[in-house]
């Protein structure tokens, strides 16, 4: 069953492994790594998109979606990759990027051309609202020859696609089933419920998002998509990025007594260090959002028996080792990598583990704006004007998707590429390396794989309920089913904290001490029966 909690370990092709020597990851990159990830225990590889694409938004703004881009590799290396995988037990979970398309998509080029066929898979308007790009600016782009502007919510060269026609929908199940035949076995969706805009267009309020968000047609769209699709294949995983939506959205969009998706991404708990709601704030972190969210998340998902999912990084979050409270030290770092882990991982729900996660790698360090290399990072820096050089950059180190997109680190000289790389390694190296990180006893990688074993072999982390207990400092909550209890324990704090509990097996001691009081060191955490 889904809600058993599958594992899924998230590939960013273009900085995994490079096989070529051009800098840039590549299919047969993933190929050589596939025991590496069985080993782990993952049931599944999401890679992000490796159709042909510009690549102004690494891969998503596609311009082609029944191709492999040559800058991965060929159809061939692409069917190996699945046949290898599954050979493992692993399979293989495709990104689909729906709402929009590149500019350089035949479709655009034919609307471009005059041809109304086309030209009516996208979103027009003489009178274009005050909705915001996501990526900074208005979202709306003019094109002389129609005298009307075309919608894109990303990237002026990502235009929105107008789901309101049928044929786009008669195209999209085509491209679904074509990767289905080819024989992936799950899909991702990419920022799927903004598909469903409000009309009459009208500028709505801030941003513009309440006119696209969770719209009105979009439960209707996903039941259609399922049906035509992936409805009845078991076999078949399916998430969608949920952006700026609701508990009550994601129940339904991941209900059993709806035909939508079996889980959602949502990300209210990544912006527990967004002072007054603004990603690029610095040094921030909010304890109690992030208890009151977890908790209302969990528990709200649970009334209705609906699937969770659990993560912390991805390709568009910067690396949680980095995120809230800094460690000062090695020892430090060690347990805070841990500890989240625990946190998150021992919850309800499938669990998305991003490359490199479980080496703890780091945020890099930007000195310069010529260090950024993703689109939404060059915008802000350079279309914000009321903070310095120094503080941009400050917020670029902390919160830049290039942080998650630096190459994965397998050993201390990178082994990533023998070239170039396309974006710049972290510094660290010689520290965080997965070389290292396999042969030393205790390291953040062999934690993963202890915590992704125990939990596939209890069936109370798998399904048990989950109750929460926070008490002002520690992060605390059980796993309960039938007659048996595990108790999490977490700080998050750079201090020592105490909590008084009786407590049977001791499952996992991440730097606690352990009498009549459990005294946490900082970061530290644990796990035991009660």
């Known amino acids: 069953m889904k809600e058993l909690g599958y594992f899924v370990y998230q590939i960013y092709p273009k900085s995994f492994k490079d096989t070529t020597g051009n800098g840039i990851g590549d299919i047969n990159g993933i190929r050589s790594k596939l025991e590496y990830i069985a080993d782990l225990g993952y049931d599944y590889i999401w890679i992000t998109p490796m159709y042909i694409s510009p690549q102004n938004d690494n891969g998503y703004d596609v311009a082609d979606y029944y191709k492999i881009d040559p800058l991965f590799g060929t159809e061939e290396d692409f069917d190996n990759l699945v046949i290898e995988a599954e050979q493992l037990g692993i399979k293989v979970m495709m990104d689909m990027v729906l709402n929009h398309c590149s500019t350089e998509h035949e479709w655009f080029k034919r609307a471009l051309n005059g041809e109304q066929k086309y030209k009516d898979y996208f979103i027009w308007s003489k009178n274009p609202t005050t909705w915001e790009s996501k990526f900074g600016g208005n979202a709306w782009e003019y094109v002389e020859k129609f005298d009307e502007h075309y919608l894109h919510l990303f990237d002026v060269t990502q235009a929105d696609l107008n789901w309101e026609n049928e044929d786009v929908r008669q195209e999209v199940y085509s491209i679904v089933n074509y990767w289905i035949k080819r024989g992936v076995k799950g899909f991702r969706f990419d920022v799927i419920n903004l598909i469903s805009k409000n009309y009459p267009l009208e500028n709505g309020t801030g941003d513009g998002r309440d006119q696209y968000t969770d719209g009105p047609r979009i439960h209707e769209f996903l039941e259609e998509l399922r049906a035509n699709t992936f409805a009845g294949n078991d076999d078949i995983l399916t998430v969608g990025e949920m952006s700026s939506t609701s508990i009550e959205e994601c129940r339904k969009y991941a209900s059993k007594e709806r035909s939508e998706l079996d889980s959602v991404f949502h990300f209210h708990h990544l912006k527990v260090d967004y002072l007054d709601a603004y990603k690029w704030s610095t040094d921030f972190f909010d304890f109690e959002m992030l208890k009151d969210l977890m908790t209302s998340w969990q528990l709200e998902m649970q009334k209705k028996d609906v699937v969770d999912t659990l993560f912390w990084c991805c390709h568009d979050q910067p690396r949680i080792a980095s995120r809230f409270i800094p460690a000062s030290n090695n020892e430090e770092q060690l347990r805070k990598n ?28 930007f000195n310069d704006i010529t260090d950024a290399v993703d689109v939404e990072a060059i915008n802000f820096y350079n279309l914000t004007t009321n903070l310095s050089s120094e503080q941009k950059l400050r917020a670029l180190s902390q919160k830049s998707r290039d942080n998650a997109r630096a190459p994965m680190q397998w050993t201390a000289q990178g082994g990533f590429t023998t070239g170039t790389p396309w974006i710049k390694y972290n510094d660290n190296l010689d520290r965080i390396n997965c070389e290292r990180e396999i042969t030393t006893e205790g390291s953040t990688h062999s934690f993963y794989k202890q915590l992704i074993s125990l939990k596939k072999s209890s069936e109370t982390l798998m399904s048990g309920q989950i109750d929460f207990m926070h008490t002002d400092e520690l992060f605390i909550y059980t796993r309960t089913l039938n007659n048996e209890t595990y108790k999490v324990v977490v700080n998050v704090w750079d201090r020592e904290l105490s909590y008084a509990d009786k407590y049977n097996e001791v499952i996992i001691n991440n730097g606690c001490e352990l009498s009549d009081m459990i005294t946490l060191k900082p970061f530290s955490s644990i796990l035991y029966k009660i």
């Open 338 to 365: 841990k500890s989240l882990a625990m946190m998150m991982y021992l919850m309800r729900g499938i669990s998305y583990m991003y490359q490199g996660e479980e080496l703890g790698m780091e945020n890099i360090t």
